[in-house]
Each structure stands twice: as structure tokens, then as C-alpha cells.
């Protein structure tokens, strides 16, 4: 068998020289540094995000990237108030279906808006925030 420039051979039992121990230490090594690389990437794409943003800021328009590709297209985005707690025995008492978690809730919604067209798509494109009752919660 003819050395190969690069390649770390071993001499097994037989007398005869192997790669299999060398290419087994490359694929492991490849592996390490691919996800040592998709790490850094993850690491990097949240570093580059406004780290303020990540809780739930208050409620306001921001810019839809989506949407935005022919002009400017902002929607509400944000948080309002939501909280859970026992539902009072009393309250309990009279449920047609009972439910043990009552949740208030306010989210934010668009106060004013007007329709827009971007490629062929109608989009709402809001003007004015506030925070109100939840769509949802009013079925």
C-alpha cells in the first residue's frame, strides 16, 4: 500500500497500515466545527436583534417587512395587559360550563386603518394603537 501525502496511518495486528482511526477522528473533528459554526450563527442572529424587543414592549405600529416592498405598510404590534386567577366560588357556582382559571385580557388593536393593495393581496394598514378588548374575547 502506497502512503498518501496527509494521511496518518497505523499498523494493525496483520502488519498492514489503516486510515480507518484517522478518518473516524476527521468526520468527529467536521462535526465539532459544523456545529460549533451553526452555534455562532445562532448566537449571532440574536445578537442582532434589539435585545429591548425581546420581552413584550408596549403597544405601537411597526413597519411590516412583509408587506412593505412597494411602500411602507404598519400594522400594531405589542403588548397590553393579561392576567389569570382563580375563578371565585361564588362566580363558579353559576357557570353553565365550569372553568376553574378566569383571564382578563386587553390586547393591542388597530384604531384606525385603511385598506392597501400590495401584489394582489388587500392589507390592512393601521394609523392609530390602543389597547382593547381582544378580538377573541368578544365571540
Known amino acids: 500500500m502506497s502512503p498518501v501525502p496527509g494521511v496518518l496511518y497505523r499498523r494493525t495486528m496483520e502488519g498492514k497500515a489503516t486510515a480507518a482511526s484517522t478518518m473516524g477522528s476527521v468526520k468527529s473533528a467536521t462535526l465539532s466545527l459544523l456545529l460549533l459554526t451553526f452555534s455562532l450563527y445562532v448566537a449571532d442572529s440574536y445578537h ?15 413597519k411590516n417587512d412583509l408587506f412593505s416592498l412597494y411602500g411602507p405598510v404598519y400594522q400594531c404590534q405589542g403588548c397590553c395587559f393579561s392576567r389569570a386567577f382563580p375563578t371565585p366560588l361564588t362566580t363558579l357556582e353559576t357557570m353553565e360550563s365550569r372553568k376553574n382559571i378566569t383571564s382578563e385580557a386587553t390586547c393591542c388593536v388597530a384604531r384606525s386603518s385603511y385598506e392597501v393593495v400590495v401584489a394582489g393581496i388587500v392589507v390592512r394598514n393601521h394609523t392609530d394603537c390602543h389597547c382593547s378588548t381582544c378580538k377573541y374575547h368578544k365571540i
Open 48 to 62: 442582532s436583534k434589539d435585545l429591548q424587543k425581546l420581552g413584550c414592549e408596549s403597544c405601537t405600529l411597526g
